[in-house]
Every structure is written in C-alpha cells, then in structure tokens.
C-alpha cells in the first residue's frame, strides 16, 4: 500500500526547508531590509565608497555572529549527542562517530547481528563504496574487502569504513557455537551394502584460545573470544563441492560425510551388527572415530580432516551419527535375523528353567567337546601310541590340520571366520619358528 503524501520523504523534506527559510526572514527581517535599503541608494547612485561599508557593516556582522553561534551550537551538541549513538569508547572513535552522523558523510550505517546482516533490501544488495559504519553485536564478526582483495576481519564493536570497503560476500560470521545436519548421507560397505545416516556436526569460529567456549559468569570478559585470523581464513577460504562455492559453515559437514564414506567403506556389513546388543553398536564405534579425525584428539590430532579444518579457522565439538537408513530388502533381511535370535534366546530362557533340560544341554556340550578334542588330537595320540616324538612344528601342524576339518563341518559364523584366520596365522608363525630353528641348526 502506498503511503500518503504527507508521510513521503519529498514532503517531510520540502516542509522542513520552508520552515527553516521562514523563520530565517522572521528573525532577520531588519538585517535584510537594510541590505535592501543598501541596494537601492547603490542603484540611484546616492551612496559610495565608505558610506556603503559603513552601512552593510551592521547586518553583515549581525548575520556572522548569528551564522557562527548557529555553527558552534550545532557542533556543540552534535560532539555531546554523538556519543550516545553508537557504543564509542576511543577519541579516535568519537571523532569519527561525529563526522558520520552529523557532518554528512554519505556512506550508510548498518547492523550485524548473530551473524547476519540487518538492514534494507538496498544496502544488502549494493555495495557501500564510500566512507561508513557497522555496529556488530557480541556474537559476530565481519570481513571486509575492496573490488582488488580482503583488507582486514572485524569482530563486535563499532567498524567505520574506508571509502571502498564493504563486506565480502558470505563475510558475516556467527561466534556461537553452530550445529549443522548433513542429511541422508549414503555411504556403501567393503561389501556393496548401501547404508545412510544424518550427520550432525557442532563447531565453532576458532577462536585460538585453549577452551571453545568462554565462561559466561565471568561480566569482565566478552561472551565470545574472537580471532581476526580464523575469520579470514573462513571466508577467504571457502569450501566447493561439485564446483560451486559453499558457505564457510558448511566445510565441518562435508569432511564429516567423507570421513563417514571412507570408515564405512573399510567394514563387512555383517561387522554392523556383530554385537547382539542394539543395532546401532557399529555407528558408536564409528563416530567415535570421526570425532577424533575432525577434533584433533591425541594420536588423531594430525589427521588431514583436522589440519583442513585449522588452515579455514574452524574447530570441531561433537560430531552425532543419526536416524540409521538401509535398503528395503537388507532391512527385512536384519529384522529375520534379529527375529531368529530373539527366538533362540527365549528357547534358551525356557530350557535353563528346566533342570532336566538344563542338565542335557550341559553333558551334550561335555560330550562335544570331549569329541573334538578326540578328534584334533587322534594323529598325535597314534604317534605316541607307537613310540615316535613328534617335534613340536609337526605336532601344531597336524592340530591346525584336523581343527580346520572339524570348522568345515560347521555352520557359517563369524565366530568360525575368526578361528579359521587364527589358525592360517599360527601356521604361519610355526613355519618361521621351523625356519629359524633350521637356521640356527646349520650355523651350529
């Protein structure tokens, strides 16, 4: 809706000139009569010389002395009220507070607040090339730049300009603590599984000092410290995906979702849910590493994640893996076999409050192992049986033998997996034991 005529900046404008010209013939009405008396003996030819000094003496001095005490009132009370229009401390800060407001400098006053410019359309779209000021809050910050590069970073306080300086584009920083949520972040297992979480990283404008965060019941420091250095290098050096520039905030997120694909990548999907306790055992294990990658945490605190993040001024909380994703079939197939598990440990449950079937359970597990231990030891007992001594690289060899028999009968498990790697490592290590031993033999 527009607004009406009288509230138009042309009329405010033009009323005020008018009534500041009435007033000036007002007071000064005799002044001007006599230069108007001046005028017309001048104009006969009635008055020369001295006579003509002598008369334009009188108004002349009395619109000087009216024009100077004009002058110093308006100084006077523009000093005085400067002060208290903007949060100045310096006299260096004063006189320019003074000359912005109340000697014409054309440049225009702004406001950033929580990191966020606040002003018009106008001044957030064009750039204030000359002279001006910026009052930033506790929790900011601001780069400034020029057409040909970044001249300086500015945290809370009052900012006055240089003519050409403006603020570089995404050159408002946030000094609060910041949380991002990289959403639907998929990453697939060593072995093809797609699997998609929410990462949500909190960080922080680096601030340089030991703690992220200061002490707000301490009234004698700031809430926020500030590092002139960690904001330019914020802004100056941006992040890029896909060869388009980001927002500094978003640079903790992406090395977290990389950091996130490259850990996921290096595990089985089966290791996911190795442990019968919750389903989300792995993604603990998981963001505890990514955690210490991005924070810099003892032995993790020269990772490249870390070292990006300190050359761009940023530092890394907490990093939360959230809202677990798999495909449709894999988590049908994860909920059978949580299915079949919850169903063994209730038959379990049952058994164990059956002394009879307790008891059965207990001599059939005596007798299975009473079997493989008959079964793993059969070649060595032949041997002794027929008075041979086996050595002991000949004797592991026969045991890892008849073991690895006895786990082709049974079903798949990791468990299996497992005993199966043991056994090829301890094979291993009795041929290097036999090499060594055959070794120091022949030097004997």
Known sequence: MRRPFYRQNWFVEGAAVLLTLAGFLFLFQ??????????????????????LLLALARPIGTLGIAAVAAIITHLSFSALVSQF????NTPEERRRALTH????????AILVRNGRLVGSAAEKERRIKSAGVILVDSASAIVLRTDTEFKRACGPGVVFTEEGEYIAENGTLDLRQQERIESSVRAFTRDGIEVEVDLRVVFVLDSGERSPLRDWRNPNTPPFGFNPESAYRAVYGRAYRDRIASEWERLPGLLAADVWRELLAQQDFEQLFNDPDP?????????????????????AGQSREYQVLKERGLRVLSVRLLNLKLPPAVEQKRILQLQEQWRAQVKKAVEDQHPDLKAAREEGRRQGE?????VTTEWLREQLAQGAKPDVAETGY???ESTRRVLNELEYSPEREEIRKTLTELEVWLRQNQVRETALGGGA
């Open 30 to 51: 005799t002044e001007l009569f006599a230069f108007y008396q001046v005028y017309v003996r001048w104009t006969t030819q009635t008055v020369h010389g001295v006579e």
């Open 85 to 88: 229009v903007l949060p100045v």
């Open 101 to 108: 407001f109340f000697l014409g400098a054309s440049g225009s």
């Open 279 to 299: 389903d989300l055992a792995l993604l603990e294990d998981l963001q505890y590493q990514i955690e210490h990658r991005l924070t810099g945490w003892a032995e």
């Open 370 to 374: 009473l079997h493989l231990l008959r």
């Open 398 to 400: 026969h045991l890892v």
